[in-house]
């Protein structure tokens, strides 16, 4: 919302008439409109200051207020050039740091005397191109909305008013010293809601037409405009207690942006924590910090930036907890600030490019070197007031996840999980993960490829083809088969359970259907004696907590998670309690949804398995180079789990690097069920292991050599020539 206002009293230069009543500046409204537009910001910025010494040097939430006005008005998309006008070389070297162009000005125009405006008049004049509008912006404003630039621009430059300037709506009672009223009548005071708003300048910008300005010398002129800006942004900085009030203020009112930085180092106490440690009673020590916080690192640790624990304590626990998240870890520092310096120098790190995350008063020295300065919202005041930004997370609840995700966001796309190696659309074998134990075989990078023959539901509620199907995966080849375990009574819609289905039973409901075709304790126990003999592993995908405890009565050795659960919360809370190694799919999901479901299982005992829930899977939608999305982002040995037709994109899958390939098997893929279609007969399942062996020996270890086929033909075809 404006305000329009008509001067009518005379201005230092000329009396002051309407934008309306000037033939002159009619002319220059159409010549505006006809031409190309262009926009100036000066902001004046001299070395001496009355109230506060260099005061447009003075930090206020990790950046000097001159740089904050130069970003400012550098974010404002009606802006075109921002020049800072001073006589001072550290606020020059600060403003072209922040984007600007810096003007020298001369001694004359750099006294305590000299105007706002001489600076601005001085600036048109060494501006080699002359702009439409002109504006004055003030560094003594720290929170300066380039949205608000941009409105109050947008009102010069179509005609609405010749100025406009930045005011907070008021409803104040103004006193003067003698005791009477200003603004009203000490005998009649209107409700707030009866009287019309006033305005008080807040000292950020004024919009002006540049000839106007020109020609009047003096900053209001013709019609005049209000920009109403937030009462969060109207505090003008004149002494140091305003400086302490925007400095308290910055974190909460500056707008959360990507950390652009090189290095993160970490207090633990508060950060790591919520700062309260548990004490058992022979005094040993326990605190809760967040599983979130170790994706975050870990994921962190991939895109290339250096990690660093500092801590004061010299604690047990702060060890424990480095190694789990694999930071280096420096403890009973006596001065952080100095360790800091001396690590950065070995390290060659500009401090600029630093985060460093504090929450005490003894970390405010590091904070002040380093050029991210951020900490937790329960901080000391004084730490939140030195710091760049607050994070909204406490410590212990998700605070160092946040940093590494903010840090990460900064980074090249490339960088975020590669750490800055080749883009990922190159056909390449991911790095390599560490095994994972399952029962007595080893799945990862190195280990031969774990195959399993999923049954699920395509037994048909026959426990009789179950065994035949065991005995089709053991005979070709494969580690284990897989089966589906539901309580129907949680797991059916009850939008579904009386809709009628024709089953090879004869017609029935299909919550009839689904109780007919689940195997309980007998069937399992029997399945589990079938595949002992046979030497398979057996084990099923649970899809509700009771069916995680009865397949835990069972004693399998791992669970699988259906793409359909990776964001059953509760379920992978139970899954992960159990402390068994997971097989994790990802069809139909999101890499966000993947990172929750990470978190809460872990990745030590962790496969996850690359997957298109499509069936059949057409080859357009198989996107095998997420394998190594998966290995890069997470760390951890990625599968494929498939549900084509034929064989090609499942053998595909392991010259990626699958270290496991699970694929739905049938006696007959005409056979009644919603699974057999898109299976794998005896014969097809018999080749896919055959090619699988094949594959995993062609692929070699990467060394070249001459190998012994190639002596005969080396000795009777090979040339040498000098």
């Not at 409700?191 to 209001?220: C, I, K, N, S």
């Not at 004869?506 to 689904?514: D, F, I, Q, S």
């Not at 794998?680 to 062609?698: C, F, N, S, W």
Request: charged share 25%; hydrophobic share 40%; proline share 6%.
């Amino acid at each position: 919302m404006t305000l329009g206002v008509q001067l009518r009293h005379p201005s230092p230069v000329t009396p002051v008439t309407s934008v309306r009543q000037t033939p002159q500046f009619r002319g220059v409204c159409r010549m505006s409109r006809g031409a190309t537009l262009r926009v100036l910001a000066v902001v004046p910025a001299r070395g001496g200051s009355v109230g506060v010494p260099l005061k447009n040097l003075a930090p206020v939430g990790g950046s000097p207020l001159v740089a904050r006005a130069v970003r400012a008005c550098v974010r404002a998309k009606l802006v075109d050039e921002v020049v800072v006008s001073t006589d001072h070389a550290g606020i020059a070297e600060v403003a072209r740091a922040a984007g600007a162009t810096v003007i020298d000005r001369p001694e004359e125009l750099s006294g305590g005397t000299a105007s706002s405006e001489s600076a601005v008049l001085h600036a048109l004049d060494h501006t080699p191109d002359v702009p439409d509008v002109v504006i004055l912006v003030q560094c003594t404003s720290a929170f300066i909305d380039p949205a608000d630039l941009d409105d109050a621009i947008a009102k010069v430059l179509d005609g609405s008013a010749d100025v406009v300037f930045s005011g907070l709506e008021t409803h104040e009672f103004l006193w003067s010293v003698n005791g009477a009223g200003v603004n009203h009548d000490p005998s009649h005071r209107p409700r707030r809601q009866d009287r019309e708003p006033q305005f008080r300048e807040t000292g950020a910008f004024y919009v002006m037409r540049a000839e106007g300005l020109r020609e009047y010398g003096h900053r209001f002129f013709g019609t005049v405009a209000v920009q109403r800006v937030s009462p969060h942004h109207a505090v003008e900085v004149d002494t140091p207690e305003d400086l302490e009030i925007v400095r308290a203020l910055a974190p909460f009112v500056d707008r959360p942006e990507p950390i652009d930085v090189d290095a993160v180092i970490t207090d633990f106490d508060g950060v790591h924590t919520d700062d309260r440690a548990y004490v058992d009673q022979d005094g040993r020590e326990m605190v809760a910090v967040s599983r979130s916080d170790g994706m975050g690192i870990s994921l962190l640790r991939r895109s290339g930036v250096k990690l660093m624990i500092m801590s004061t304590e010299h604690n047990p626990v702060v060890a424990a907890r480095a190694r789990k998240l694999g930071v280096p870890v420096l403890q009973g520092l006596t001065d952080k600030r100095t360790v800091l310096r001396d690590w950065l120098a070995i390290e060659g790190i500009d401090p600029a490019r630093v985060a460093y995350v504090g929450n005490d008063v003894n970390d405010l020295g590091p904070m002040s070197d380093v050029g991210w300065p951020v900490t937790v919202p329960d901080a000391h005041p004084k730490v939140r007031a030195a710091a760049r930004t607050v994070l909204t997370r406490p410590g212990g609840a998700g605070a160092v996840r946040e940093l590494c995700d903010r840090v990460l966001a900064a980074r090249p796309a490339d960088e975020k999980v590669t750490g800055g190696t080749a883009p990922r659309a190159e056909l390449r074998l991911a790095p390599v993960a560490r095994p994972v134990q399952i029962g007595d075989a080893l799945i990862g990078a190195g280990q031969p490829v774990y195959v399993i023959g999923e049954i699920g539901i395509n037994h048909n509620g026959d426990l009789d083809i179950a065994r035949r199907l065991i005995d089709v995966a053991a005979e070709a080849g494969c580690q284990a088969v897989k089966f589906q375990k539901r309580t129907p009574e949680i797991c059916v819609p009850l939008e579904q359970r009386d809709q009628i289905r024709q089953t090879p039973w004869g017609e029935m409901t299909y919550m009839e259907y689904k109780l007919r075709t689940e195997f309980g304790l007998e069937e399992y126990s029997q399945i589990a004696e079938h595949c002992r003999k046979r030497g398979l592993h057996w084990f099923a995908s649970p899809w509700d907590v009771p069916s995680v405890e009865f397949l835990e009565s069972m004693d399998v050795v791992t669970h699988k998670v259906a793409s359909a659960s990776v964001t059953d919360l509760e379920l992978l809370r139970a899954l992960a309690a159990t402390g068994k190694p997971i097989i994790l799919s990802t069809g139909m999901s999101t890499l966000e949804e993947i990172d929750q479901a990470v978190e809460l299982l872990g990745t030590s005992k962790l496969v996850l398995m690359h997957a298109t829930s499509t069936y059949p899977l057409p080859p357009e939608e198989a996107n095998l180079r997420t394998i190594t999305t998966l290995q890069e982002r997470y760390g951890v040995p990625v599968g494929y789990s498939g549900h084509e037709r034929g064989l090609q994109i499942s053998l595909a899958a392991v010259t990626l690097g699958a270290v496991t390939v699970e694929r739905h098997i049938t006696l007959d893929r005409t056979m009644w069920g919603s699974d057999h279609a898109a299976s794998l007969e005896p014969a097809g399942l018999e080749h896919l292991v055959r090619d699988i062996r094949i594959i995993e020996t062609a692929l070699g270890d990467g060394v070249k050599r001459v190998f012994p086929g190639e002596q005969a033909p080396k000795s009777r075809l090979r040339r040498v020539t000098v």
